[in-house]
């Protein structure tokens, strides 16, 4: 329940970050801006969908974490850690191949690894992991 | 591996729910159970034998 909680406090500061940050650009967004935005849009809406399923599991008296879940998670990490090392490989050859200002490579990066951990666990979590 | 959950389940009149709470775990994962979507740890498997009153290969059937 706590750990839920927090995940929705620590949600919702992003928000008001981007939503700050959305509003004193004044429509000066190119579209790497809007990339962002909406890629951070995806990632808060992760969070939230984790955060509610801790809530509502821990108010049916049920554990907010079972043995499933974290198997669930440890296969996400390893998978989309395995996954995020090519994400990197394929960035650092099109860096040198396009000039990018460093800040939009490693935000790129980043964001891009928290996308692959997102479609990891909801392909995990919605298609099981079973032992073959 | 199969297993016969579902069916004693309802032979014992618990839901999904009543399960879950029983052996400590999610409701989603009897759902995963059930549909064969997850192998459970030795430990979740021998509470649901002493749930369902059977032994483990009673309700785990291993093809």
């Known amino acids: 329940m ?24 004044k429509g000066d967004l190119n579209f790497f801006s809007i990339a962002e935005f909406a890629i951070i ?3 808060v ?6 955060g509610v399923k801790r809530v509502s ?14 198997k669930v998670m440890r296969r996400t990490a390893s998978l989309s850690y395995y ?13 040198d191949k396009i000039k990018f200002e460093t800040h939009t490579i490693i935000g790129t990066g980043i964001l891009g690894m ?7 666990w909801a392909v995990f979590n919605f298609r099981g992991t079973r032992n073959e | 591996m199969n297993n016969r959950i579902k069916e004693l389940r309802a032979r014992y009149n618990y839901t999904q729910e009543d399960l879950a709470k ?6 989603e994962t009897i759902v995963f159970l059930e549909k064969n979507k997850y192998n459970p ?23």
């Open chain 1, 2 to 25: 706590k750990k839920g909680i927090i995940v929705l406090i620590v949600t919702a500061l992003v928000l008001f970050t981007t939503g700050v940050w959305f509003f004193t650009s």
């Open chain 1, 41 to 43: 849009i995806v990632v």
């Open chain 1, 45 to 50: 809406a992760f969070a939230v969908l984790l």
């Open chain 1, 57 to 70: 599991s821990a108010k049916r008296g049920e554990p907010p974490e079972d043995e499933m879940s974290k």
């Open chain 1, 83 to 95: 996954i995020s090392l090519y994400l990197w490989l394929v960035i650092m050859y099109f860096s």
């Open chain 1, 114 to 120: 928290a996308i692959v951990f997102a479609v990891c």
């Open chain 2, 22 to 27: 029983k052996v400590n775990v999610r409701r």
């Open chain 2, 41 to 63: 740890s030795l430990k979740l498997a021998h509470d649901i034998a002493r749930v369902f009153d059977s032994r483990i290969e009673d309700i785990f059937l291993f093809d």
